[in-house]
């Protein structure tokens, strides 16, 4: 069997970067944050939204692999195309797992090229090479409508050592770190909504 595939091997490490909204200090954008990103997903047990990523070495150079995903679009172009996904509910509740995500991995580089929608409207979370920075903040946290009731359980159940151990080729003990430190944030957040709007509202 053959099939397409997806390859990245930029692996860039810069102490200032100038970019298009500002200057980032320590700046990374690395192949192996891509690899991270779906440890992370199977531990919350939503890899259903990002696609499986390995690395492997191919002609000399030694990047992360992914399988290339069945899309009609991305998120760009259906803006352009005004176009509505035909059942709202499940259109949402997939947004929202991928907005607890994005703020989860603390993305420096998202844009709508990364959220990629197949056939029967099911919603990929791609590109993960400038994810998991330091910062113990919320990027958006505003983004945090609503919850999936099991992400949740999970989220409150993710453990540091554990992480840390399925992702030790690809992140640093400051990188998981923050990513412990945001997962406190996101959890208080809900719980928050959860106090003040009731379970329902917050979770589904």
Known sequence: MTHDASFQTIDEHATKKELANGVEFNFVDSYKYNIAAYALVELLGIDDIV???VERKWNGAVGSLSWWLPVK???VERHKRKLTAPDADAWNNQMYKIRVLDQLVYDTDVNLTN??????WKIWR????????VSKDLRNPADLVR???QLFEKLRALDGNELAGKTKHYLSKDEVKGVMARRDKIVAHFQQLISEKGENEALY
């Open 51 to 53: 696609p499986v990523y």
């Open 73 to 75: 679009m991305d998120e």
């Open 115 to 120: 959220v990629l929608i197949g056939e029967d």
């Open 126 to 133: 791609v590109d993960f090479s400038r994810a998991f920075r």
């Open 147 to 149: 919850c999936d009731r």
